[in-house]
């Protein structure tokens, strides 16, 4: 159906404006909720420490004394995040570090409403926005990827633009040039921009002139530019391939999707919302054909939802404007123009509950709002005492946080797991499970001491076999050194 | 009768009489399949379904306390005793090579029952191809289990369900044919609960056809009271939901599937073409269609067990999408109609199904005759086959059998099915029957075969002296390590260890 004729059919009814003012404010004061809660992150605490060390002007690409087992230099990929975050939390404490969570929660709710209101009133938008936030939920922790998302919906907003009136979007360059800086799910802003400007192109329903193909082919080439024009250079177009290549060894978010959670559901559940309802007549009673972009939207959003666990925001982000036009579809009301007064209206509710959370964030909700790894002071302690350069065999989990608060400490392995070699990586995993040769592991490092879970088989391997006792306990780790 | 561009001429009907080159090359497959399937036994459940057959054979009984296992504290349900106790009879006459060649045959029928299924629905070339992703979707579970025959007896009910819902007349054959899959695995319950999906679509969508769904509603009772009436009684329809419980917590098979398994792949490969034809031909498909897609795609996703089950629904939908979305005007397979978007009616397409069967029925008894020839051709493979068995410590065999009645061992989980039947008189702390256990002790168990803290306290609770596991576990490495047990013997990359006397 042409935009004419659906102007035509249209009802002059919208929705009431009360109960789609009521769903727009309830997403919003949900996501700020959701900012402001305290979350258990383990990667919070090396991504302080590099902004720790970038701040002491130590290099992007620089071998980390403390990964005295690394094979590689460190490559700060994520640096500008990484600095803020440093530099916030060495002002404001952990309530700065909840606060810029929750400001880039809040902006991503938002940009995805404002995604939706490109093809949908305010109610479908903020249910579309809900869901997502929901879906996202797994990945919303105070991580440099929390930007991804946010500028991943922002540039996704440019694409679609452009399929609406064919002019490039030059403001894409310098975001893509940000969000470079930022984290390494830059690549997917690229993929999608690739995927729904270029089949537009093909479908030729509304033939795309040369010129604006020239235009927009050229935008794209610059976005891609301005990502290897960063400090980092050219170099940082491989890096994503290179962090991947360790991650999908150890990290269980690199991992396929499980279909055993709440986010996981909510993401899928868009998917299906877009199945069911393309295949549904609309309430004009008609089963509309679809644009080649919407087709292969979907199949992005399926792809990222169901790929890989980390990606299911970006899926979910991807999937929520072709929710919110499906769920209008079905609606006998017309759609709200998105006026200068809703614009208005929406930028003062974020600024107000931003102003809000920043004060909450002063306050207990923001100091106690780092729950992993929990209590250990008295592990923290026990650490300190250790000579310098000790190697301490870790949890994987806890590495990040030992980095941070002990950097004169060697641990075994860390987070950044692409800075060890794959085969050394194995070999530390097996250790960490106390399979056949783990004392040999054990030798081969000299470990001096030992931070591992309570409950784990190294742990138990460790005091019976070896006779280690125990330096200090939390609730979920224990340290244990040698019997001297 | 079909209408308009529904009716296929008697002369094009006349001119495609004969076998087309794609039903040759099915024949050829089909009749190759079960010779190519054949194999040693390389699943490790088998030797349970032997034992468990045996014991029922021989007039044993389940209950408390277990016959077999001291820990097991609920009463073992043999669901799958019709497939058990036929394959203990013959094993007996025949030996493990009525096993290798059950599994062939299986897979053959299987193959024969989509294809038929497929011919029903679409042209021969697409019933061959979407049958052929099918079985490659469903391959990582035709193992030598009953879930095989309870596979061919779903797409049976499954068949049944789907021209039920194209025609809203009851299929009364389903209800001896539940009570035959209820008593052969739990995957029965698939079938009846994909049943209701059909009967509540049409409930929904109404049809002013109120008193048919009624009797479609009185069908599933039916069908539910007969899977209540097998020997294992009206307990066996809560069954699914204790294996389940159980299993979803600790069993690999009922864990979520990954998308990455090509299997996965291959079935949302067939949904997403059968909804991309629908919504390019702009066909508005009916409640119970897209509620049996929403199934298939829930099976798929949730669980690494139901990944076929979700192939077997998503091959009718992906066929009859692509039928009314690149409609033929020559007749195909076994339906013989040109579905076309404008003429789509479903009752159109039951008539003209009906009206045009003769044109692809010679090939149907051709593929009938063809799998019969691959079952028989399957026979003396699987006699050679059977000579060998895969994955099982065959060499530490004279050691457990020479170890005192009753003694205890500790071993994984899925091997112990084989150590059941191979060593009869050992008794095992958990074995592979995990829904008879509490949920307590499987927790202990997997948590000592990981070796972590408490697991020295597992073996001293369970009076384990021997332990049957893999050379690199942590177990064996604690047992060895800081229990002293004695290595007595490896083989295929197991160690068997005993306590210090």
């Given amino acids: ?201 093909l479908e030729r329903r509304e033939r795309w002139t040369r ?63 877009c199945v069911w309802l393309w295949s549904r007549p609309s309430a004009r009673g008609r089963v509309r054909t679809r644009h080649w972009w919407e087709l292969v939207l979907l199949a992005f959003a399926t792809f990222c939802i169901l790929w890989m666990w980390r990606l299911v925001p970006l899926g979910a982000v991807a999937a929520a404007p072709l929710v919110a036009a499906a769920i209008q579809d079905r609606l006998t009301g017309r759609r709200e123009p998105f006026s200068r007064h809703e614009r208005s209206r929406l930028a003062l509710a974020v600024a107000a509950l931003l102003a809000v959370a920043a004060v909450l964030c002063t306050t207990g909700v923001g100091a106690q709002s780092a729950r992993y790894p929990g209590d250990v002071r008295a592990i923290d302690s026990a650490l300190g005492q250790l000579p310098r350069g000790s190697v301490v065999l870790d949890d994987f989990g806890i590495s990040g946080w030992l980095l941070w608060r002990h950097p004169e400490l060697v641990p075994a392995a860390d987070l950044r797991g692409e800075i060890y070699d794959r085969s050394y990586l194995e070999d530390y995993e097996h250790a960490l499970a106390a399979e056949p040769g783990w004392q040999d592991y054990l030798r081969q490092i000299d470990a001096r001491a030992a931070l591992v879970a309570s409950d784990s088989a190294i742990a138990a391997a460790l005091t019976d076999r070896l006779g280690w006792t125990v330096r200090a306990r939390s609730s979920a780790f224990v340290l244990l050194t040698p019997r001297t | ?110 193959a024969l029952a989509l294809f038929v299924w497929g011919l029903s629905i679409a042209r021969t070339w697409l019933a061959l191809v979407a ?18 025959a309870g596979f061919i007896l779903l797409v049976a009910m499954l068949v049944a369900w789907w021209r039920t819902g194209q025609d809203l007349r009851p299929r009364w054959h389903l209800v001896p044919l539940t009570w035959l899959a209820a008593s052969t695995h739990g995957v029965w319950a698939i079938g009846l609960a994909l049943g209701g999906v059909v009967v509540l679509g049409l409930a929904l969508e109404r049809r002013g056809a109120e008193r048919k769904i009624a009797v479609l ?46 299997a996965v792949i291959a ?61 033929s005007t020559t007749p195909p397979g076994l339906a013989g109609v040109a579905h076309t978007a404008d003429a789509a009616d479903a009752a159109d397409v039951a008539d003209a199904a009906g009206s045009a069967r003769p044109a692809g029925r010679p090939l149907a008894v051709a593929a009938l005759l063809a799998t019969v020839v691959g079952t028989l051709v399957a026979l003396p493979v699987s006699a050679t086959m059977s000579r060998s068995v895969g994955d099982v410590p065959e060499g530490l065999l004279p050691a457990l059998h020479s170890l005192p009645a009753g003694s205890r061992v500790i071993s994984q989980a899925d091997l112990t099915g084989w150590l059941l039947w191979e060593a009869p008189a050992l008794a095992p702390v958990e074995d592979i ?32 002296t021997e332990a049957l596991l893999p050379s690199r576990s942590p177990l064996a490495a604690a047992l060895s390590e800081q229990a002293k047990w004695r290595v007595v013997g490896t083989d295929r990359g197991l160690v068997l260890l005993e306590a210090p006397r």
């Fill in chain 2, 217 to 262: 509603a009185g069908l599933l009772v039916a069908c539910t009271a007969a899977a209540a009436l097998t020997p294992i009684g009206p307990r066996l329809l809560l069954t699914p939901f204790s294996v389940g419980s159980q299993g979803r917590q600790f069993v690999a098979e009922w864990l979520p599937s990954s998308v990455r398994s090509p």
């Fill in chain 2, 267 to 327: 079935v949302l490969g067939l949904l997403a073409l059968a909804w991309w034809c629908w919504i390019g031909a702009r066909y508005r498909p009916e409640l119970w269609r897209l509620g049996l897609w929403l199934a298939a795609f829930a099976l798929t996703m949730s669980m690494q067990r139901t990944v076929p089950v979700g192939a077997f629904v998503a091959l009718p939908l992906a066929l009859d999408a692509l039928e009314r979305r690149f409609p």
């Fill in chain 1, 1 to 201: 159906m042409t935009a004419t004729t659906e102007a035509a059919t249209a009802p002059s009814r919208t929705t009431p404006a009360f109960l789609s003012g009521t769903a727009v404010a309830i997403v919003l004061a949900l996501s700020t909720f959701k900012g402001l809660t305290p979350f258990t992150e383990p990667d919070l605490w090396w991504h302080l420490r590099t902004g720790d060390r970038l701040r002491d002007g130590v290099g992007l690409v620089a071998p980390d004394p403390s990964a005295g087992l690394a094979a590689h230099d460190y490559v700060a990929t994520q640096w500008l995040p990484e600095v803020t975050a440093s530099w916030a939390y060495s002002w404001g404490g952990a309530g700065a570090i909840l606060w810029l969570r929750c400001a880039a929660i809040v902006m991503l709710v938002t940009a995805v409403y404002l995604l939706g209101r490109r093809y949908a009133g305010r109610l479908p938008s903020a249910v579309a926005a809900g869901l997502t936030l929901i879906a996202a939920g797994g990945g919303l922790n105070p991580r440099p990827q929390l930007i991804s998302f946010v500028l991943f919906a922002a540039v996704l907003h440019g694409w679609l633009a452009m399929l609406k009136d064919r002019r490039p979007r030059w403001w894409l360059i310098p975001v893509f040039w940000g969000w470079a800086m930022c984290h390494g799910l830059w690549m997917f802003g690229l993929v999608v921009g690739a995927a729904v400007i270029g089949v537009d192109m």
């Fill in chain 2, 433 to 464: 029957r995990i829904e008879s256990y509490s949920a307590e002790h499987v927790r202990r168990y997997i948590a000592a075969m990981a070796a972590e803290p408490g697991w020295a306290g597992f073996i001293a609770d369970t009076g384990a």
């Fill in chain 1, 211 to 273: 010129a604006e193909v020239r235009r927009a082919g050229a935008l794209w080439l610059l976005c891609a530019f301005a990502v290897a024009a960063t400090p980092l250079g050219p170099r940082l177009l491989a890096a994503p391939f290179d962090v991947a290549h360790n991650a999908l060894t150890v990290a269980d978010e690199w991992r396929p999707t499980p279909m055993n959670n709440v986010f996981s559901w909510a993401a899928v559940l868009e998917v299906l919302l």
């Fill in chain 2, 131 to 148: 049958c052929s992703v099918a079985m490659l979707a469903a391959w990582g579970g035709l193992s030598e289990r009953p879930q095989l």
């Fill in chain 2, 1 to 110: 009768m079909p209408r308009g561009p529904l009716a296929v001429s008697a002369r094009a009907r006349a001119r495609h009489r004969g076998i087309p080159p794609a039903g040759w090359l099915a024949l050829v497959g089909l009749a190759a399949l079960p010779a190519l399937a054949a194999r040693p036994v390389s699943d490790l459940s088998p030797w349970l379904h032997l034992r468990v057959g045996a014991f029922l054979n021989a007039g044993g009984r389940f209950g408390q306390p277990d016959p077999w296992a001291p820990f097991a504290v609920h009463s073992y349900v043999p669901t799958q005793w019709l497939p058990s106790m036929a394959t203990a009879w013959l094993y007996e006459h025949v030996g493990l090579a009525v096993v290798v060649w059950e599994r062939a045959a299986g897979i053959g029928v299987l």
